[in-house]
C-alpha cells in the first residue's frame, strides 16, 4: 500500500531493541492494562497513553505496531459488552472524517522520519493535558450542541492522530461531548468508532511493514494482559469515580510527552 522508510537507528543500542527483555515487559505488561482499563471503561481517551509510554522505550514505529493489535483485541470485547447501546448518528458523522483523516495520516507515516513521529506523539500527549486542564480551570467550555460539519472535522484529526498514535480519543471527546450523551452511550459509542477506525487503519499498517514477527510474537504473551484489562474497565466503569484514574494518567502523559519532544529536538 505505502512503502515505509526503513527506521534508521541514531544509536546501536536503538537499533537492537529486544522485546523480550526485561526492561520491555516491565513497561509494556502495565502499560496494555491501562489502555485496556481506559478502553473497556473511560471512552478510551487516555488508552493512547500506552503508546506514548512504550515510544520512550520502543523505535516509535514498533510501539504503535505492537499494540494495535492489542487495542483490536480490547475493541471486540468492548462491543460485546456494549452492543447496540452506541449512538449510531454521531458514530457515522465520526467515522465519515476518520476515513481520510487516516489516509492523510498513513501518508504523513510514509513520508516522516522517526524523530517526527517522535515529536508527534510526544506533542499530542502534552497537548491533550493542557487541554484537560484548561477545561478544568472554566477556560474551555464544550457545553454547546455541535454540529454535523464539527464532527467530521473532529473525525479527520481523530483518523490522523490514531494512525500516528493511537490517540484518536481526545478529537473524538470534542465533538462527543457536546451531543448529550449518557455516560455508557459515550462508552459504547467510542468502542464502536474506534472498532472501525483501527480496524480501518490495520491494513495500512500490515502494506506499511508496521507489523512485524517480533511485535505480533509478543502480542499473544500480552493477550491475557489486554483482556484482563479491558474487564476491569467493563466493571470500574459502572463503580468508581473516573478522577483517580485520570489524574495518574496525565502525570504519565506529560512526563512522556516531554521526553518524547526532547529526544525529538535534541
Request: aromatic share 12%; no cysteine; proline share 6%.
Given at each position: 500500500?505505502?512503502?515505509?522508510?526503513?527506521?534508521?537507528?541514531?544509536?546501536?543500542?536503538?537499533?537492537?531493541?529486544?522485546?523480550?527483555?526485561?526492561?520491555?515487559?516491565?513497561?509494556?505488561?502495565?502499560a496494555v492494562i491501562f489502555a485496556g482499563?481506559?478502553?473497556?471503561?473511560?471512552?478510551?481517551?487516555?488508552?493512547?497513553?500506552?503508546?506514548?509510554?512504550?515510544?520512550?522505550?520502543?523505535?516509535?514505529?514498533?510501539?504503535?505496531?505492537?499494540?494495535?493489535?492489542?487495542?483490536?483485541l480490547m475493541d471486540v470485547?468492548?462491543?460485546?459488552?456494549?452492543?447496540?447501546?452506541?449512538?449510531?448518528?454521531?458514530?457515522?458523522?465520526?467515522?465519515?472524517?476518520?476515513?481520510?483523516?487516516?489516509?492523510?495520516?498513513?501518508?504523513?507515516?510514509?513520508?516522516?522520519?522517526?524523530?517526527?513521529?517522535?515529536?508527534i506523539i510526544g506533542a499530542v500527549a502534552l497537548i491533550f493535558v493542557a487541554w484537560q486542564a484548561a477545561q478544568q480551570l472554566g477556560l474551555i467550555r464544550l457545553g454547546a450542541r455541535f454540529g454535523a460539519k464539527t464532527g467530521v472535522a473532529s473525525g479527520v484529526v481523530l483518523g490522523f492522530t490514531s494512525f500516528v498514535s493511537h490517540a484518536g480519543g481526545p478529537a473524538a471527546a470534542v465533538y462527543m461531548l457536546g451531543q448529550e450523551l449518557s455516560k455508557t452511550a459515550y462508552q459504547a459509542t467510542t468502542v464502536l468508532v474506534f472498532w472501525?477506525?483501527?480496524?480501518?487503519?490495520?491494513?495500512?499498517?500490515?502494506?506499511?511493514?508496521?507489523?512485524?514477527?517480533?511485535?505480533?510474537?509478543?502480542?499473544?504473551v500480552l493477550i491475557p494482559f489486554a483482556l484482563a484489562g479491558t474487564w476491569a474497565g467493563i466493571k470500574l466503569h459502572h463503580m468508581v469515580s473516573e478522577r483517580v484514574f485520570y489524574g495518574i494518567t496525565y502525570v504519565a502523559l506529560t512526563l512522556t510527552g516531554a521526553k518524547l519532544v526532547w529526544d525529538a529536538l535534541t
Open positions: 500500500m505505502f512503502a515505509l522508510k526503513p527506521w534508521q537507528p541514531r544509536s546501536l543500542q536503538e537499533a537492537r531493541v529486544d522485546l523480550f527483555s526485561a526492561a520491555v515487559l516491565a513497561a509494556t505488561i502495565p482499563i481506559s478502553k473497556g471503561g473511560f471512552g478510551s481517551g487516555v488508552a493512547f497513553a500506552s503508546s506514548s509510554i512504550l515510544a520512550v522505550l520502543l523505535p516509535p514505529a514498533v510501539a504503535v505496531g505492537l499494540m494495535l493489535p492489542l487495542l483490536m470485547q468492548g462491543l460485546v459488552a456494549y452492543w447496540r447501546q452506541w449512538d449510531w448518528t454521531v458514530s457515522k458523522v465520526l467515522l465519515l472524517g476518520a476515513v481520510p483523516g487516516t489516509i492523510l495520516g498513513a501518508l504523513f507515516w510514509a513520508s516522516a522520519d522517526p524523530d517526527m513521529i517522535r515529536l472501525a477506525v483501527n480496524l480501518f487503519k490495520s491494513g495500512f499498517y500490515l502494506g506499511m511493514g508496521i507489523f512485524t514477527r517480533e511485535t505480533l510474537l509478543l502480542d499473544l
